[in-house]
Protein backbone atom coordinates (compact mmCIF):
# COMPACT_ATOMS: atom_id res chain seq x y z
CA UNK A 1 0.00 0.00 0.00
CA UNK A 2 1.60 3.28 -1.03
CA UNK A 3 1.41 6.47 1.04
CA UNK A 4 -1.08 8.46 -1.13
CA UNK A 5 -3.65 5.32 -0.20
CA UNK A 6 -4.14 6.91 3.43
CA UNK A 7 -4.17 10.61 3.37
CA UNK A 8 -5.53 12.24 6.22
CA UNK A 9 -8.22 14.50 6.38
CA UNK A 10 -6.42 17.42 8.61
CA UNK A 11 -3.12 16.59 6.00
CA UNK A 12 -5.73 16.86 2.83
CA UNK A 13 -7.38 20.06 4.24
CA UNK A 14 -4.40 22.16 4.91
CA UNK A 15 -2.93 20.87 1.63
CA UNK A 16 -6.10 22.24 -0.21
CA UNK A 17 -6.19 25.43 1.27
CA UNK A 18 -2.64 26.36 0.72
CA UNK A 19 -3.04 25.11 -2.61
CA UNK A 20 -6.21 27.12 -3.13
CA UNK A 21 -5.22 30.47 -1.59
CA UNK A 22 -3.39 31.67 -5.13
CA UNK A 23 -6.98 30.98 -6.36
CA UNK A 24 -8.00 34.15 -4.25
CA UNK A 25 -4.86 36.23 -3.53
CA UNK A 26 -3.52 36.65 -7.60
CA UNK A 27 -6.83 37.97 -8.90
CA UNK A 28 -6.82 40.60 -6.07
CA UNK A 29 -3.18 41.42 -6.40
CA UNK A 30 -3.28 41.84 -10.26
CA UNK A 31 -5.80 44.44 -9.80
CA UNK A 32 -3.40 46.02 -7.41
CA UNK A 33 -0.68 45.94 -9.84
CA UNK A 34 1.90 43.45 -10.09
CA UNK A 35 4.72 45.33 -11.39
CA UNK A 36 8.41 43.85 -11.97
CA UNK A 37 11.30 42.81 -10.07
CA UNK A 38 12.95 45.92 -10.69
CA UNK A 39 9.75 48.30 -9.93
CA UNK A 40 7.38 45.97 -7.52
CA UNK A 41 3.90 46.82 -7.94
CA UNK A 42 2.13 46.74 -4.13
CA UNK A 43 0.45 43.30 -5.59
CA UNK A 44 4.12 41.67 -5.92
CA UNK A 45 4.56 40.54 -2.61
CA UNK A 46 1.14 38.69 -1.85
CA UNK A 47 1.23 37.17 -5.17
CA UNK A 48 4.69 35.98 -4.14
CA UNK A 49 3.41 34.76 -1.05
CA UNK A 50 0.68 33.14 -1.97
CA UNK A 51 2.61 30.80 -4.63
CA UNK A 52 4.71 29.82 -2.11
CA UNK A 53 1.94 28.98 -0.20
CA UNK A 54 0.56 26.40 -2.49
CA UNK A 55 4.25 25.13 -2.79
CA UNK A 56 4.11 24.71 1.00
CA UNK A 57 0.59 22.85 0.60
CA UNK A 58 2.46 20.65 -2.00
CA UNK A 59 5.07 19.19 -0.11
CA UNK A 60 2.58 18.65 2.92
CA UNK A 61 0.04 16.74 0.75
CA UNK A 62 3.30 14.66 -0.68
CA UNK A 63 4.75 14.26 3.02
CA UNK A 64 1.22 13.41 3.80
CA UNK A 65 1.36 14.86 7.49
CA UNK A 66 4.64 12.93 8.57
CA UNK A 67 7.11 13.97 10.98
CA UNK A 68 10.50 14.28 9.00
CA UNK A 69 12.47 13.80 12.43
CA UNK A 70 10.90 10.64 13.06
CA UNK A 71 12.78 7.89 11.59
CA UNK A 72 16.28 9.66 13.15
CA UNK A 73 16.81 8.35 16.53
CA UNK A 74 16.64 11.28 18.95
CA UNK A 75 19.84 13.64 19.66
CA UNK A 76 21.82 13.63 22.29
CA UNK A 77 22.36 16.88 23.97
CA UNK A 78 21.38 18.64 27.23
CA UNK A 79 18.35 20.55 25.58
CA UNK A 80 15.50 19.42 27.98
CA UNK A 81 12.87 17.91 25.62
CA UNK A 82 8.92 18.28 25.71
CA UNK A 83 7.07 15.30 24.79
CA UNK A 84 4.49 15.78 22.24
CA UNK A 85 0.65 15.70 23.77
CA UNK A 86 -0.67 12.36 23.92
CA UNK A 87 -3.92 12.19 23.15
CA UNK A 88 -6.84 15.31 21.83
CA UNK A 89 -6.07 18.67 22.64
CA UNK A 90 -8.22 20.48 24.85
CA UNK A 91 -10.20 23.83 24.40
CA UNK A 92 -8.03 25.28 26.80
CA UNK A 93 -4.54 24.81 24.41
CA UNK A 94 -6.38 25.92 21.46
CA UNK A 95 -7.79 28.85 23.22
CA UNK A 96 -4.08 29.62 24.25
CA UNK A 97 -2.88 29.12 21.05
CA UNK A 98 -4.94 30.50 19.15
CA UNK A 99 -5.16 33.64 21.39
CA UNK A 100 -1.39 34.09 21.84
CA UNK A 101 -1.30 34.05 17.85
CA UNK A 102 -4.18 36.71 17.26
CA UNK A 103 -2.71 38.56 19.56
CA UNK A 104 1.31 38.85 18.79
CA UNK A 105 -0.20 39.74 15.34
CA UNK A 106 -2.38 42.59 16.82
CA UNK A 107 0.51 43.34 18.92
CA UNK A 108 2.62 44.04 15.39
CA UNK A 109 -0.14 45.59 14.20
CA UNK A 110 -0.61 48.30 16.54
CA UNK A 111 3.02 49.04 17.37
CA UNK A 112 4.64 48.67 14.23
CA UNK A 113 4.40 52.39 13.60
CA UNK A 114 5.44 53.62 17.26
CA UNK A 115 7.73 51.15 17.89
CA UNK A 116 9.25 50.33 14.22
CA UNK A 117 9.80 46.94 12.93
CA UNK A 118 12.62 45.91 15.01
CA UNK A 119 10.72 46.20 18.01
CA UNK A 120 8.16 45.20 16.63
CA UNK A 121 8.96 41.86 15.31
CA UNK A 122 10.60 41.08 18.82
CA UNK A 123 7.27 41.80 20.31
CA UNK A 124 5.69 39.72 17.39
CA UNK A 125 7.55 36.62 18.30
CA UNK A 126 7.84 36.67 21.75
CA UNK A 127 4.03 36.59 22.10
CA UNK A 128 3.88 34.20 19.64
CA UNK A 129 6.21 31.85 21.31
CA UNK A 130 3.50 31.78 24.27
CA UNK A 131 1.31 29.67 22.02
CA UNK A 132 3.83 26.70 22.61
CA UNK A 133 3.51 25.32 26.06
CA UNK A 134 7.40 24.39 26.98
CA UNK A 135 8.90 27.14 24.94
CA UNK A 136 12.50 28.33 26.55
CA UNK A 137 12.71 32.09 27.32
CA UNK A 138 16.53 31.34 25.73
CA UNK A 139 15.13 29.59 22.55
CA UNK A 140 12.48 32.61 22.31
CA UNK A 141 14.75 35.32 22.24
CA UNK A 142 17.15 33.44 20.08
CA UNK A 143 14.15 33.12 17.39
CA UNK A 144 13.39 36.74 18.18
CA UNK A 145 16.88 38.06 17.37
CA UNK A 146 17.38 35.95 14.28
CA UNK A 147 13.88 36.73 12.56
CA UNK A 148 14.49 40.44 13.46
CA UNK A 149 17.72 40.87 11.55
CA UNK A 150 16.06 39.08 9.02
CA UNK A 151 13.49 41.25 8.68
CA UNK A 152 15.71 43.84 9.06
CA UNK A 153 18.16 43.02 6.34
CA UNK A 154 14.84 42.04 3.73
CA UNK A 155 12.38 45.12 4.40
CA UNK A 156 14.66 47.33 5.73
CA UNK A 157 17.38 47.30 3.65
CA UNK A 158 16.57 45.35 0.31
CA UNK A 159 13.39 46.43 -0.56
CA UNK A 160 13.36 50.07 1.16
CA UNK A 161 9.89 50.63 2.21
CA UNK A 162 8.83 53.76 3.88
CA UNK A 163 9.37 51.36 7.14
CA UNK A 164 11.11 52.76 10.19
CA UNK A 165 13.93 50.27 11.52
CA UNK A 166 13.55 51.53 15.32
CA UNK A 167 11.36 53.84 17.06
CA UNK A 168 11.84 57.91 16.15
CA UNK A 169 12.84 59.84 20.04
CA UNK A 170 11.96 63.24 19.70
Given at each position: MNRF?????????????????PLVV???????????LAE???????AMVS????????????????DLD????????????????SGPVGPLVVARVLGCITLAVAA?????????????TLALVFVASLARRGTAFRQAAMLAVGLTLF???VFGTLLGPEIRLLPAFR
Open positions: SRLRLDTVTLAAFCCLAIPEAIQYGIGSMGPGLFPVLLAGMGLVILVLNGRAEEPPAQHDAVVVPPPFALLIESLGLALSCCL
